[in-house]
């Protein structure tokens, strides 16, 4: 009996654990597909012309690896192109759903600052989930301001994206007043109206409305 392969989580997983990870779970013609794609990012890194020859593999690896392993080879073949703000946001604009996603989980190992925020805005003004879900991987949650974190938060309970999917969210929850009093005005709201409050938002309104003086 052949059991699923678990997935690291990309974002939170650092580049030599994804590339070992995909070393032993592609196939065979995957495997040697993924590691020109990365001789070809290293031999040249960053931005060459109007495209480089690794923002072509970053095209091909759902239909290379499989769409299980696409976003971890994408984040590994942007970090081996060590691609700086520019070519994020140039590949993040031209790119697929699929490969936008897969920028914004590249961010917290190739951003060390807040330079490419805007890149995780525009996620957040999406509907798409799994866009909204990338964009509140651990780069957000070190980067992004209060009042659009809030927002951020807010928004998942819209969408229906699982707050337990939100990095930091304990950290940046806790105790949070003003997001408490949104969680709350959100909860009037549709219990006025005559809609279910999400579950998720019980969650996170025990953390915002958790004082310093109740922690064990």
Known sequence: MTHPVTHPPVAETAPD?????LDAHL???????????LDEAAAHPGGHGPISVWELRLAEAGRRCGSGHADAARVVILHAARADTAALTRVYQQGTAAERRAV??????LVPGPDAIPLVEDALRTNDTRLIT???GPY???HLDAHAWRHAVLKCLFTGVPVDTVAGLEERAHGDAELARMLADFAAERT????PVPSGLHRVLALATTQPSEES
């Open 134 to 136: 990338a964009g509140l």
């Open 192 to 195: 006025a109206a005559g809609r």
């Open 27 to 37: 196939g065979a013609a995957a495997r040697a597909w993924f590691h020109q794609a």
């Open 140 to 142: 957000a949650a070190r």
């Open 104 to 109: 914004l989980h590249a961010l917290p190992h």
């Open 17 to 21: 654990a994804l590339r070992e990870h």
